[in-house]
């Protein structure tokens, strides 16, 4: 039992940093903090996470993992309401680490790590809407060209990585509290499924999509 205990301490060590980071931002939080809140010397810290950066690349590659295994289920999309519950659950991951798309490009500049591993997150991101976009035009869904698959897909990535950025702009001082995020999680998802709306393949699509979207979105107010 005891050979479990420092492993028990590491991830209490990332749950609480996690917490930390979501709530005040990671150029916010020292170590000196962490220490503080979990109640253990600098050194246990250290320890288990001889820097900073090693507790941010833990909690990254935390939800890059996660992240990946959701966008996989991106070709499995066949209709509007799988369409909602996938991009619904992806802004559910961006907002169990949401201190990574707060403060993004600090950390990139600083971070090796990161600028490598959340490029290709965000490109495989954009494929996932690819995928999504063209399981929908096998099904008749949408009528929509190779190109403006391209760009479409790219636009709802764009509109998933900086969406909690916009959240923040719009309310700084509660954005990023737990109990914004039904809201702000709902809101995201609403806007991103809104720019299929020109490609619905009828009118009776379009107007179920609408409809969709703004009984969520009378939620998200």
């Given amino acids: 039992m005891a050979k479990k205990a420092p492993r028990r301490t590491a991830l209490r060590i990332a749950e609480v940093t996690l917490e930390l980071f979501n709530r005040f931002g990671e150029p916010n939080v020292s170590t000196t903090l962490i220490s503080a809140e979990l109640n253990i010397s600098p050194g246990n810290l250290y320890y288990h996470y001889p820097s900073k950066d ?29 369409a909602w519950f996938f991009l619904h659950s992806l802004f559910e991951q961006v907002w169990n680490h949401r201190f990574l798309y707060r403060d993004l490009n600090n950390l990139l500049s600083g971070n090796r790590h990161l600028e490598t591993h ?46 909690l950025s916009y ?22 998802a609403r806007h991103v499924l809104g720019l299929l709306t020109p490609y619905m393949a009828s009118s009776e699509l379009q107007a179920h999509l609408q409809t969709l979207t703004a009984a969520y979105g009378a939620h998200a107010k």
């Fill in 54 to 82: 090693a507790l941010v690349n833990q909690l990254f590659d935390q939800y890059e993992a996660a992240m990946l295994g959701l966008l996989d289920a991106a070709p499995d999309v066949r209709d509007i309401e799988d």
């Fill in 118 to 163: 959340f490029h290709a997150v965000l490109e495989r991101k954009t494929l996932a809407f690819r995928q999504m976009l063209e399981s929908l035009a096998s099904v008749g869904l949408m009528q929509i060209d190779p190109d403006s698959i391209e760009t479409l897909s790219a636009s709802m990535s764009v509109m998933v990585t900086y969406w």
């Fill in 167 to 188: 959240e923040y702009v719009r309310n700084p001082r509660q954005a990023m509290e737990p109990a914004s995020a039904g809201r702000a999680l709902t809101r995201g």
